[in-house]
């Protein structure tokens, strides 16, 4: 009598092993893990410092001050610590962006024909290259945090470690979301010009389009309609929250609530569209 061993894969087999397989193109490549961390640097730097907004309100004038007023605009006396919390929502999109490139690649070369014909499950092959692209964006946050507090990053008075955690979770969800939406729109494409083409039209409109660099209050209405819906503007807003505002805890569980739901939606509809779409 003879047994037949069979081999059943679990809902989660492989993910480990792909996710890797992508953090290794980014922490086993210096240069580019080097200009991933200059990018906001510079922006910080040229952007963050050469807009000196409080220079723009006349010091000159008994009884103005323009901390004061950048504390009521703003939410913070200092546009360099509301402008580089900014960057750090920026850093997530323009990390998150390249997802669907990978997944183009990974057809091209052939690799993704491999993974099929192996008992790893679709939403693993997926899920994966979102995990690795929402890695890369948390850790990446936690280096501008520093870097920003070099230049001269000013903590709000909530500030506590628990808000460092806050800051981790909103940037997971936010990068799920992202990242989910950008294979999603690409999983179908054989070239490598489509998601070039998808990521030039949307990051702009998703980073102007919110309060990432400058209050929403002070757009033209249509533009605060935009940016109501924008989930760069709750993330933006719950990073500032946690860092640079006096929390407000309603506010903030309202923006994670939004960037939850987002995500949930988001990553269910990248989900359904590999199962349906993916294949060699």
């Not at 061993?5 to 210096?30: D, F, I, M, Q, V």
């Amino acid at each position: 009598m003879s047994t037949v061993n069979e081999y059943h894969a679990g809902k989660l087999h492989g993910l480990w092993s792909l996710t890797n397989r992508e953090l290794k193109k980014w922490y086993k490549a210096p240069v580019i893990f080097l200009l991933s961390i200059i990018q906001p640097i510079l922006w910080m730097g040229l952007l963050g410092k050469a807009m000196n907004i409080g220079a723009l309100i006349p010091s000159t004038i008994p009884g103005l001050n323009p901390g004061a007023i950048l504390q009521t605009e703003l939410g913070t006396g200092d546009y360099f610590s509301f402008m580089a919390v900014g960057v750090i929502s920026f850093t997530a999109l323009f990390t998150t962006m390249f997802s669907g490139m990978s997944v183009v690649w990974d057809r091209r070369l052939g690799f993704l024909n491999k993974v099929l014909s192996t008992p790893v499950s679709r939403t693993v092959i997926i899920f994966s290259k979102v995990l690795s692209a929402t890695l890369r964006s948390m850790f990446q946050a936690g280096l501008i945090i520093v870097i920003a507090v070099a230049f001269g990053l000013q903590f709000g008075a909530t500030f506590n470690v628990l808000s460092l955690l806050g800051v981790f979770a909103i940037m997971f969800l936010i990068c799920v979301g992202l990242s989910s939406a950008f294979i999603a729109i690409t999983i179908r494409s054989t070239r490598i010009e489509t998601p070039m083409a998808v990521v030039n039209l949307i990051t702009l409109p998703l980073m102007f389009a919110s309060n990432a660099f400058f209050p929403t209050k002070f757009m033209p209405d249509w533009l605060q309609t935009v940016a109501q819906y924008n989930p760069m503007t709750y993330t933006t807003d719950a990073l500032r929250q946690l860092l640079i505002f006096t929390t407000d805890y309603t506010k903030l569980a309202f923006d994670f609530l939004y960037v939850g739901i987002f995500a949930g939606i988001v990553a269910t509809i990248g989900i359904v569209l590999s199962w349906r779409f993916l294949s060699k």
